[in-house]
């Protein structure tokens, strides 16, 4: 879901990275007033997390692959507001070192993969009950992470063909079917990482 440069025109660029920065200052001014001292380090080794999962490709069918997002991980772990800077953060290490993803689509980039899931992700999760421990919170991670993935694709998808970049229909199937798969994926993923954490830190989820 990475776009590269010169995939999207010079009004959807400029367009999406105007919300990304508005995105971007208002996490950072709300994360300032929540983050303690006590989850700072969890935010590093998170985004350490997220950046090192998002490396590693799994095979689809149809000869393509897929990789964790983590954005509503994040989000369920340390807020919406700190997971878009984390998200944030992982998107510009990968643009600037490993070209994965281009600078200049860098604020769609954040749009389709980080406030998909950091914020819609989240609402999400607490909407179908995401504070109650068991199935109901697995339910609702699951959920959470198949919407942002697929919304966030179709978004890629629509920003391309705005751009003029490809047609609308087959955009939207290819990339709409691939990542509903992979939304089922990173809910499973996140699932369990969401229990281990819990069992090793109690409160850790009320706290965000």
Not at 91 to 105: E, K, S
Request: hydrophobic share 60%; with cysteine; net charge positive.
């Amino acid at each position: 879901m990475h776009l590269p440069d010169g995939s999207l025109s010079v009004p959807v660029w400029v367009a999406t990275d105007a919300l990304a920065i508005g995105a971007v200052a208002v996490s950072a001014r709300l994360s300032a007033r929540k983050l303690g001292d006590r989850r700072a380090p969890l935010m590093g080794v998170m985004g350490a997390f997220v950046f090192a999962a998002q490396m590693v490709n799994f095979p689809l069918p149809g000869g393509t692959s897929g990789h964790l997002l983590g954005a509503v991980l994040l989000a369920v772990l340390l807020g919406p507001a700190v997971a878009t800077l984390v998200m944030f953060c992982v998107l510009l290490v990968q643009a600037l070192l490993f070209q994965d993803g281009g600078l200049t689509a860098l604020g769609a980039n954040l749009v389709n993969m980080g406030l998909c899931g950091s914020l819609g992700g989240f609402f999400v999760y607490r909407l179908v009950g995401g504070k109650r421990p068991g199935t109901r919170r697995d339910l609702a991670i699951v959920l959470a992470c198949w919407l942002a993935v697929v919304a966030g694709a179709l978004l890629a998808g629509l920003e391309l063909w705005l751009s003029g970049t490809a047609p609308l229909g087959p955009v939207l199937l290819a990339m709409g079917t691939v990542h509903a798969v992979v939304g089922l994926v990173e809910g499973l993923i996140t699932v369990a990482a969401v229990r281990l954490l819990a069992a090793a830190r109690p409160g850790l989820l009320e706290a965000a």
